[in-house]
């Protein structure tokens, strides 16, 4: 983990007067996530067909490891059949060992896992817990061969989403009790193309951006690599990106609206549900989810048959990260 406050440039130092700033605290870049995360190796809160290792088995077994050009990779076995008293397919879950409160997180992600049976997710969840105290926000979640991605927070009773809200994604749900509707949450559908899977891949990744504010709420952002759009500070580290202002007004500037907009508010006040949270990444197979859709997705058997027979199938089930960035306010 690389930690620093770099010097304020003269424009930075002129705005700063009339627009509150976030400066670059944290970036995790290759070895930062061996040093500065760690490996979850318990049995799956959501009941899937997973089996994830320890760090020294996740790297004994090549499941994780920093590559040539310094990006980081968590990986599902993709060689060998699992009996079906086995716990599930081998994979990885590593949490951040930092917990961040009002931020900005910009995820440079290259590859995602795919298909089948997969139910990857990159999220946050409160440090001090227990959950759902101190709130749920997921910023990539899906399952099988899904397009879209989902965002969504899941948290303790009198928290809903209702509209008019400005973003560019569609609310699927409104209510973000995760008592209710078998903790189905508050999520939103993204409406960029490439935003999820396969089509995600294909197009080189992506960035997804956090934004988390005590005033405004939560707000996620979506560019696909070689989008046009991309706002120079996210597809370049920047010391200084104008995110919020003095008022505590989005957005940030030139970034249009998001593709999911939590704006918290007297339906959903940001003290009681929401505190300093850890960030995680995992992939797990069937379960509470992706074991429910399977069978509308296109998929051949059962869920639990096709992870624990088909090995060659989770071939591109796995994360490559380029890089995370996390901005707290100054």
Same mark, same amino acid.
């Given at each position: 983990?690389?930690?620093?406050? &770099?010097?304020?440039?003269?424009?930075?130092?002129?705005?700063?007067?009339?627009?509150?700033?976030?400066?670059?605290?944290?970036?995790?870049?290759?070895?930062?996530? +061996?040093?500065?995360?760690?490996?979850?190796?318990?049995?799956?809160?959501?009941?899937?067909?997973?089996?994830?290792?320890?760090?020294?088995?996740?790297?004994?077994?090549? $499941?994780?490891?920093?590559?040539?050009?310094?990006?980081?990779?968590?990986?599902?076995?993709?060689?060998?059949?699992?009996?079906?008293? &086995?716990?599930?397919?081998?994979?990885?879950?590593?949490?951040?060992?930092? %917990?961040?409160?009002? %931020?900005?997180?910009? $995820?440079? +992600?290259?590859?995602?896992?795919?298909?089948?049976?997969?139910? @990857? &997710?990159?999220?946050?969840?409160?440090?001090?817990?227990?959950?759902?105290?101190?709130?749920?926000?997921?910023?990539?979640?899906?399952?099988?061969?899904?397009?879209?991605?989902?965002?969504?927070?899941?948290?303790?009773?009198?928290? &809903?989403?209702? @509209?008019?809200?400005?973003?560019?994604?569609?609310?699927?749900?409104?209510?973000?009790?995760?008592?209710?509707?078998?903790?189905?949450?508050?999520?939103?559908?993204?409406?960029?193309?490439?935003?999820?899977?396969?089509?995600?891949?294909?197009?080189?990744?992506?960035?997804?951006?956090?934004?988390?504010?005590?005033?405004?709420?939560?707000?996620?952002?979506?560019?696909?690599?070689?989008?046009?759009?991309?706002?120079?500070?996210?597809?370049? @580290?920047?010391?200084?990106?104008?995110?919020?202002?003095?008022?505590?007004?989005? @957005?940030?500037?030139?970034?249009?609206?998001?593709? %999911?907009?939590?704006?918290?508010?007297?339906?959903?006040?940001?003290?009681?549900?929401?505190?300093?949270?850890?960030?995680?990444?995992?992939?797990?197979?069937?379960?509470?989810?992706?074991?429910?859709?399977?069978?509308?997705?296109?998929?051949?058997?059962?869920?639990?048959?096709?992870?624990?027979?088909?090995?060659?199938?989770?071939?591109?089930?796995?994360?490559?990260?380029?890089?995370?960035?996390?901005?707290?306010?100054?």
């Amino acid at each position: 983990m690389r930690t620093g406050l &770099a010097a304020l440039s003269f424009t930075s130092l002129l705005t700063l007067c009339v627009r509150a700033h976030f400066v670059l605290t944290d970036t995790y870049i290759g070895h930062d996530f +061996l040093q500065s995360w760690s490996w979850f190796s318990g049995d799956d809160p959501t009941h899937g067909r997973v089996n994830y290792l320890s760090q020294a088995d996740s790297l004994s077994n090549n $499941l994780s490891y920093v590559t040539d050009t310094n990006t980081f990779v968590m990986r599902a076995d993709s060689q060998s059949v699992v009996s079906p008293n &086995a716990r599930g397919r081998n994979s990885v879950r590593i949490s951040s060992q930092k %917990a961040y409160d009002e %931020a900005v997180v910009v $995820l440079d +992600l290259k590859h995602m896992p795919e298909g089948c049976g997969t139910w @990857p &997710a990159f999220w946050s969840l409160s440090q001090q817990g227990p959950w759902p105290q101190g709130g749920e926000i997921d910023i990539i979640e899906g399952v099988n061969q899904n397009k879209e991605n989902l965002a969504s927070l899941h948290t303790t009773p009198n928290c &809903a989403m209702f @509209p008019p809200r400005a973003m560019t994604g569609t609310a699927t749900s409104t209510n973000c009790d995760a008592s209710v509707n078998f903790n189905q949450g508050c999520g939103v559908s993204f409406a960029k193309p490439a935003s999820y899977g396969t089509d995600f891949n294909n197009a080189g990744g992506g960035y997804y951006v956090l934004v988390r504010s005590k005033t405004d709420g939560v707000r996620v952002y979506f560019w696909s690599r070689y989008d046009p759009a991309v706002p120079p500070e996210v597809r370049s @580290p920047s010391p200084y990106p104008d995110v919020l202002s003095a008022e505590g007004m989005y @957005p940030t500037l030139f970034w249009g609206e998001p593709e %999911a907009d939590f704006p918290l508010n007297d339906q959903c006040d940001y003290a009681s549900h929401f505190n300093a949270h850890s960030f995680v990444f995992d992939l797990t197979f069937c379960g509470d989810w992706a074991g429910s859709d399977y069978p509308n997705t296109g998929c051949p058997g059962t869920c639990d048959d096709f992870v624990m027979n088909n090995p060659q199938a989770f071939t591109n089930a796995y994360w490559e990260v380029n890089s995370i960035r996390v901005y707290t306010p100054m």
